[in-house]
């Protein structure tokens, strides 16, 4: 129970540049503020937002366990796909049927709200999602590739609402 709130070791490999050049290490903080401007507008759903803001905390978490960073990548993308989902119930109904979320993303093209040029980054995000759920072995995200997935699908998710 003592190491459960200690920055994990694999974690010292990652420093920051000061003002005066010199390198500090990364601390709790530094992840807080990569995060605090990554907020989902009023608009998103509340069920989304649960998603979202829980793969925002796993970030935080890798600090003490650095494979939280890879749950926080895989959590980001069920975001993305949360919210494909809510857009679509909110639209059209929930379905009496499953809808795979092929289907659901050419719904939501085919009704323009997602416009075509755009589908590959839904395809894209669906087949990464779909690695980190079927795996045989984890993959290794750092927190550069985890900030940048939240980034990204948070812009993605504001598009769809």
Do not use: W
């Amino acid at each position: 129970m003592d190491n459960i709130l200690k920055k994990d070791k694999f974690f010292d490999a990652f420093v920051k540049i000061d003002k005066e050049g010199k390198s500090k290490s990364v601390e709790l903080e530094d992840l807080q503020q990569h995060i605090s401007t990554i907020v989902l507008n009023s608009k998103i759903p509340k069920e989304v937002k649960r998603v979202f803001n829980g793969a925002k905390d796993l970030y935080l978490f890798g600090y003490f366990r650095y494979y939280f960073f890879t749950i926080s990548n895989h959590y980001t993308l069920l975001s993305l796909e949360s919210a494909l989902r809510n857009r679509c119930n909110q639209l059209f109904g929930k379905s009496k049927k499953f809808l795979s979320l092929n289907e659901v993303i050419k719904k939501l093209v085919d009704n323009k709200i997602i416009k075509k040029e755009d589908v590959f980054i839904y395809d894209i995000s669906r087949e990464l999602r779909n690695s980190f759920s079927h795996l045989t072995s984890p993959p290794v995200v750092v927190p550069a590739m985890a900030l940048s997935t939240l980034e990204k699908v948070k812009e993605n998710i504001e598009k769809l609402f």
